[in-house]
Every structure is written in C-alpha cells, then in structure tokens.
C-alpha cells in the first residue's frame, strides 16, 4: 500500500533572549497557539540569540540583565538612546563585533520566516541577511513605552500590544500598513481554562474566607519585593499573602523564614500563574508587561510597586489611565493602597471591571494567524 507523502513542517525562528521572564513567556505562548491553530504545521525553534551566539560581554546579558535594571545609569542610557537615528547609530557601531554571531545563527537555524521576540535583534538581523534576505516579523512584547530598538523599517511586519505602542512606532517611522494592534501573546491557559477557583485555594491552603493578595516580580522576583511583603505582614490587614519569588532562591528563603503575622504562601518559580491569578482577589506585581496583560485577562485589580525605568514606565501610565489600578512606589503605599480596597469593595470591583476590559485573551492565537498567513497557510 502507497503511503502517504508525509508534509516538511514549515520551520520558524523565534530570536529572543532570557532578559526577564516576558520574552520567553510570549515566545511559547505563540508557539503554543500555532499547534492549537495549526496543528503539525509548523516546526518552531526558540534561540536565545544573546546566550548562544553573541560574543562577550553581550552573551552574559540574561545574567546581567537583573542587576543592570537597578543601577540609576539605566534608566539614562535608556533615554538617551531611545531615538532613531541614535539607535541606528549604536546598531552600527556594534554590528561588526555582532556580525559573525548572526551570520552563524542563521546558517544553524534555516527558517522560512524569522519572528523577532526581542529589541536587540531587530536592526542587526536585516543587515546580517543582507545578501540572502528573508522574512521576518516583530512581535513587540513591551507594552506602552516601546523603545526605538523594536522598530526597523526592514521588517516586513510589527505586531504591538496597545495603540499607544503603535503611535510610538509611527514615531519611529513605521509606516501604518506595517503595523497591527493585537495584543501581548499570552499563555492558553490565562483565557481557556477554567479552573475552579475553591477547589485551587483549598489545594493550597489558602483561607476560604479571606481575600487573596497575590505578589509577583516578575520571572526573577525583582524589585523590592521583600520590602513590599514586610510592611504589608507589619499592618495586619484582613488578607492573606500568596508571594511568588520566581527564580530568585534568596528571597524565597528569606521570606520563608519571615515571622508571619498574616496567612502568608511563598512560592519559587511556577508554571501554575493562571491558577494562581484565578484564586486571588488582587495583584501586586512589579509593572512587567506579561504579568499584568495576565492580570487584565484574569480582571484582578493592580497594584503596581515598582518598574524597570525607561521600558516599563509607560506600562504604569496604561493601567492608572484606565483606572484598571494603582501606582505604590513605596512598600507604605502598598499598605495604604490595599486598606483603601479592603474598606471599598466598590473599588476593588471598579478596577478589577476596568482591568477586564483591557484583556486581549485571544493575541497569542490572532498573531498565530497572522504568522501563517505570512507563511501562505490558509486556516
Ligand atoms: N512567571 C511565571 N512563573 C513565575 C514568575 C513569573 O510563569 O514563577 C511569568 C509570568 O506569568 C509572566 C512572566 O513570567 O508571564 C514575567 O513577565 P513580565 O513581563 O511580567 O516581567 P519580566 O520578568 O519580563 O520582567
């Protein structure tokens, strides 16, 4: 019997860099949403193009990313390259050290379509494919205050979160037909499953009857974290605390070994975020793009406490202009933020409605069509 000719996949380069959580997550989350659109059509491949094939001192950029974003320079070498022209300008001057590596990766890593995932790779790849171009694609995953490094001309096409990212590359020269407002790619589970809440906080312990503040920093449980869950165990509100610390060990140590005054949950990094946004009644989470497009899509009210100066800033503008919640620099306004909410459910419910409004649940499989329909694949 004649079998059938089994189809070649049709491969895809996904470049981004494990510099925070965010690009990593929104990565597999469209990965994940080409299978469930397209299933065995696509062959997906992920690079850390920093770690794998960039020279030092670039290769150490996950590991100095975290400390980087803390140092008051940031937010200035932030601002002041955050132009066209001096973004193009600082490109040039580091593409003859980064050519060979891009050259490299993409003989490793034959595609049909390249889709970027990050803002450093972006003016490089299309110089690096001068001579054997192919397509590609940007997929922004800041969400407000998108930094002229996300935006080439010589892409073929940039998906951005939020209109205010798509003003922001119109600024940067982008012409309007090349750009689609869509949303951050977001895992499934945050918009399908239905997880039952009860059944998830009593799995976890977690207090029937009070209300659940979940605090989150990111991947790498960044930001004054510890500081944040001190003064809220020191004021004794009615709630109890449910912390993630992400990768960062120390402080999950350190906040295990917390004397508690409140039910207090420390857990380290978890693949389980949508169950977790599901049983909590509020977020307070540093201002990361991916944490709180999944607090929109879970309608849980913000509390913002701190944010990387220069990507992150407009991220709080966003949710405080749409009153979806709160700016709380200081672990004191955190506390005040939180009473304020636990005395006026009204204003829990306001902002959680608000939040829900903002929700894109659907971006990860909309950019997942718009990938195969670069690719010439009908749905
Ligand atoms: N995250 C996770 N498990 C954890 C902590 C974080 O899956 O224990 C995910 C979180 O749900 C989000 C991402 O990591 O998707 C963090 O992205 P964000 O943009 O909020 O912050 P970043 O880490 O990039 O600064």
Not at 97 to 115: F, S
Not at 148 to 168: G, H, M
Not at 295 to 312: A, C, D
Not at 333 to 353: H, K
């Amino acid at each position: 019997m004649d079998e059938e000719p089994t189809q070649a996949k049709r491969r895809l380069l996904f470049l981004f860099s494990d510099t925070g959580g965010g690009h990593r997550a929104a990565t597999e989350a469209m990965i994940e949403a080409l299978e469930l659109e397209f299933p065995g059509v696509f062959d997906c491949k992920m690079v850390d193009f920093f770690r794998d094939y960039y020279p030092a001192p670039w290769r150490f950029a996950p590991e100095i990313y975290p400390p980087m974003t803390k140092v008051g320079m940031w937010g200035l070498a932030y601002r002041t390259s955050d132009g066209r022209g001096r973004a193009r300008a600082l490109t040039g001057l580091q593409y003859p050290y980064l050519r060979r590596g891009v050259r490299r990766l993409l003989a490793d890593n034959p595609a049909e379509l390249i889709i970027s995932v990050h803002p450093l790779v972006n003016s490089t790849l299309p110089r690096a494919m001068r001579k054997h171009p192919l397509p590609f694609i940007t997929v922004v995953t800041d969400m407000v205050s998108t930094h002229a490094f996300w935006f080439d001309r010589r892409a073929d096409l940039i998906v951005v979160p939020t209109s205010w990212a798509k003003e922001r590359a119109i600024h940067f020269g982008i012409p309007a037909g090349n750009l689609r407002v869509v949303g951050l790619p977001v895992a499934d589970r945050f918009a399908a499953s239905q997880i039952d809440r009860q059944a998830w906080r009593a799995e976890q312990h977690w207090d029937e009857n009070l209300p659940a503040a979940l605090l989150i920093g990111g991947g790498d449980g960044m930001g004054p974290l510890k500081r944040v869950a001190k003064a809220i165990n020191d004021a004794r509100l009615p709630l109890q605390l449910a912390v993630i610390c992400g990768r960062n060990e120390e402080l999950k140590a350190s906040l295990e070994a917390l004397e508690w005054n409140i039910p207090a949950h420390i857990y380290g990094f978890t693949r389980e975020m949508p169950s977790f946004m599901a049983g909590a009644d509020m977020l307070i989470t540093k201002a990361g793009p991916g944490t709180i497009s999944e607090g929109f899509i879970k309608g849980l009210p913000l509390i913002l406490y701190s944010k990387v100066t220069g990507q992150e800033d407009g991220n709080v503008e966003y949710v405080l202009e749409n009153n979806a919640g709160v700016w709380a620099p200081r672990p004191r306004e955190v506390v005040d933020a939180l009473r304020t909410w636990l005395e006026n459910p009204e204003a829990i419910s306001a902002a959680a409605a608000a939040s829900l409004s903002l929700a894109r649940p659907n971006a990860a499989r909309e950019i997942a069509r718009i990938i195969a329909e670069q690719c010439g694949v009908q749905g």
